[in-house]
């Protein structure tokens, strides 16, 4: 079946340390994006790549870096720039770069520091 | 720009109870609207879809209508299930240009037996 997969589900940070969440999908999905959702809130946008090789900030990119160097693959690293990094971290895909056809979720990463 | 805004929870109701969560939208143009639907401890998953006026999107007894008229997309089912308890979250997307889905701040709902 296609999907998305996101590893590992739970993830302990001690301070200062960087951590990479990974995110794979073979559904031959050309978008892909990474949220953050804290407890009560909705869904912020981190970082989204639109093609291979090719990335944008979203909307609180700070402390966080990604790469898209094949299609399937869209890995988050949460750096120790990131201050407050204890939250559940979501990864989508979406068919185009235009989603008028919705986004694909995984089933989530659960950060926390130690 | 584009925006959602949903019905502030939480709510909560008793079982076989009917249940409607608002959704209003500001967009140009005529956007696709979605509501997603998150479990506990999991991801978003897609619960319906409408992607033009007056279209209906319906799923697992779940409903909701595209006004364009009134700019809304409201969740309603008629009779709702302790197994519905979740968060709920409305969004839309454009069909044009490199447009990201804009998803409103989820409703959380919780049924009671």
């Known amino acids: 079946d296609g999907g998305i997969t996101q590893s590992p589900k739970y993830l302990f940070r001690k301070e200062g340390q960087n951590v990479t969440l990974s995110c794979e999908q073979n559904l031959n999905h050309d978008a892909m994006y990474w949220y953050r959702q804290d407890p009560g809130q909705g869904l912020r946008l981190i970082y989204y790549?639109?093609?291979?090789?090719?990335?944008q900030k979203g909307d609180i990119a700070e402390g966080y870096s990604v790469s898209r160097e094949k299609k399937e693959s869209f890995p988050l690293t949460v750096t120790s720039a990131q201050k407050n990094p204890t939250a559940f971290y979501l990864c989508a895909s979406s068919m185009t770069a235009s989603p008028v056809y919705g986004y694909t979720f995984g089933s989530g990463t659960r950060l926390t520091v130690v | 720009g584009n925006s959602v805004t949903q019905m502030e929870g939480p709510v909560t109701l008793s079982e076989e109870a009917f249940l409607t969560i608002n959704c209003t939208y500001t967009a140009t143009g005529y956007p696709s609207l979605f509501w997603y639907v998150q479990y506990p401890g999991e991801g978003l998953q897609l619960l319906l879809k409408a992607t033009k006026a007056d279209d209906k999107g319906s799923n697992k007894g779940f409903e909701a209508t595209y006004r364009k008229e009134t700019t809304s997309f409201h969740l309603e089912k008629g009779s709702v299930q302790v197994s519905d308890s979740a968060v709920y979250f409305c969004?839309?997307?454009?069909?044009?240009?490199?447009?990201?889905?804009?998803f409103g701040t989820g409703t959380r709902l919780t049924i009671i037996p």
């Open positions: 790549s639109q093609i291979v090789n090719d990335f």
């Open positions: 969004a839309l997307s454009k069909d044009f240009g490199n447009e990201k889905l804009t």
